[in-house]
């Protein structure tokens, strides 16, 4: 009998064992399931910004699931996950251009850690309607002037659209490039060519100049300013650019960044301008040719314009309100981490050319880096006079109308331009109304 009872005080120790093993067994397999998804854009930037996240996600046996997308496609299939309530992804990708878009359908970021030291000037697409941030940023943006060191001293950079017209001339004739400036014209890339002039001829899309308050944009009945002398002179501009002074290439009116890009890391053209987040790229041996000798300086200015101006903006990441409380926490845990990543953030800007988004860095940087005193002096010490797009849910109808204005104007005769801008500013004016 006693031998019984011990038998069945073996068996309930052993039984009992097995359970709270097989609990354990469950608690841990659960703890490794924890799984954050995210959204985004292949690029080096949100790659460099996802290492930093991974490297939070496997110290906190998390695992971080990276979901590629292109370009092309990102904004309509994020978009159409956004409006369904699907918890497709834990965080995505976000760009000021669909800013005001997706702001229903994002959570509040006010309290992730880390947002008390990011830049608040680029965060104007990001609020809700009830004043609640939507983003948390992973570099900023910005438009950058470039130039080949090994081609011109700083004091030689061109200033003004008439400097750099001629010195992209005495360049070309001393056989030293193909062409002097190549940059981004087509749809979506309308920054690299026609808009940074406009900005620096004090000009912009709508009335009045430089507005980004949508209910004044509504007051003024988003009466279009394209067909005014400071917005036809830069459509001029780059007429004779192309045509004329053939500083440009003929077919640019074709080019997105892409094309532009190439161009200059051949060796082929003197300046560009494109986002800071190339700079990487430009010095990126397997692909360049031209590393080491690239510099960075403020705008030209047109003739309406007395100094430089600028654009800063961000890219960033946001967590959709269809996600599960529990991974919305966990979310805003990892992001808090990439902002508080110092030494991955310099990485980031070491690697791509992406200004961190902790401003506490900055300065060390400035100090410490050549380079990006350079990008501070040409971009973040200008003083923007607006902001590089316009957060009302038609702007991407704009720009579209906005394009198509601007190539047909390239395309055809340089005295049609001004009626051809005539043309199209009502088809602008639909586009914003949503006519």
Request: net charge neutral; with cysteine.
């Amino acid at each position: 009998m006693p031998e019984l009872k011990r038998f069945i005080r073996l068996c309930v120790a052993t039984a009992v064992g097995l359970a709270v093993s097989a609990g354990l067994v469950c608690t841990q397999a659960q703890a490794q399931e924890r799984e954050l998804k995210v959204g985004y854009m292949k690029n080096p930037i949100q790659d460099a910004s996802l290492d930093m996240m991974d490297k939070w996600a496997k110290a906190h046996g998390v695992k971080l699931t990276r979901v590629p997308m292109a370009y092309s496609v990102f904004m309509e299939k994020v978009t159409a996950t956004l409006t369904s309530g699907t918890d497709q992804f834990d965080v995505i990708w976000h760009n000021d251009d669909w800013g005001q878009l997706w702001k229903k359908w994002l959570e509040a970021t006010d309290d992730v850690k880390g947002m008390e030291n990011a830049d608040r000037w680029p965060l104007l697409a990001f609020w809700n309607d009830d004043k609640k941030l939507t983003v948390v940023p992973m570099a900023h943006t910005v438009g950058t002037f470039f130039y080949r060191t090994d081609l011109l001293k700083p004091e030689e950079v061109p200033t003004t659209f008439e400097q750099l017209i001629s010195v992209s001339q005495r360049l070309q004739k001393e056989g030293k490039v193909k062409w002097g400036y190549v940059g981004g014209m087509t749809m979506n890339n309308t920054w690299f060519s026609l808009w940074w002039t406009m900005w620096a001829n004090n000009c912009d899309i709508l009335k009045p100049l430089f507005e980004r308050d949508n209910d004044k944009l509504t007051a003024a009945k988003f009466e279009p300013a394209v067909s005014e002398p400071c917005h036809r002179e830069i459509v001029e501009f780059w007429w004779d650019a192309i045509n004329t002074h053939k500083i440009s290439p003929p077919g640019m009116t074709a080019y997105g960044r892409n094309e532009a890009n190439a161009i200059f890391m051949a060796g082929e053209a003197a300046f560009t301008l494109v986002d800071s987040t190339h700079f990487g790229e430009f010095n990126d041996p397997k692909r360049s040719k031209i590393v080491g000798k690239v510099g960075m300086a403020p705008f030209p200015v047109g003739p309406r314009a007395q100094k430089p101006t600028s654009w800063n903006e961000v890219w960033g990441w946001a967590i959709p309100k269809g996600v599960p409380a529990e991974r919305k926490q966990l979310a805003k845990e990892m992001l808090s981490a990439m902002m508080g990543d110092e030494a991955g953030q310099i990485e980031m800007w070491k690697k791509t050319g992406g200004p961190p988004p902790n401003l506490k860095l900055w300065p060390k940087l400035a100090a410490e880096d050549k380079d990006f005193a350079a990008l501070k002096h040409a971009v973040f010490d200008q003083t923007p006079i607006t902001h590089s797009a316009y957060y009302f849910a038609e702007w991407p109808a704009v720009h579209k109308a906005y394009s198509d204005m601007a190539i047909a104007a390239l395309s055809g005769k340089r005295e049609d331009i001004p009626k051809v801008l005539a043309e199209h500013a009502d088809k602008i004016r639909r586009a914003a109304t949503g006519n």
